[in-house]
């Protein structure tokens, strides 16, 4: 999460996103995606809790300077 801000590193965050959560079958996830900002990277991950429905978004924000990551 704290590497340079590139498309390669936005690619292997949603990798591993899809991967983890891929695991735990109580969550299905249907998107994730990374935006770039001025100190740090934006994860939005858009899921499910099964068996429900109910689609949410979680949104995490990591900061580079800081070295924290909080909920937005």
């Known amino acids: 999460m704290f590497e340079p ?11 591993e996103v899809q991967r983890v959560a891929g695991g735990d079958p109580r969550i299905f996830v249907s998107q994730v995606d990374v ?3 001025e100190n740090g990277i934006l994860l939005e991950i858009q899921l499910t809790v099964v068996p ?3 689609a949410k978004i ?3 924000f990591f900061d580079q300077q800081q ?3 909080s909920y937005v």
Do not use: G, M, N
């Open 52 to 54: 429900t429905t109910d």
């Open 58 to 60: 979680l949104s995490i």
């Open 67 to 69: 070295r924290t990551a």
């Open 35 to 37: 935006y770039p900002q």
């Open 5 to 15: 801000q590139t498309q390669e590193t936005q690619t292997s965050i949603q990798t």
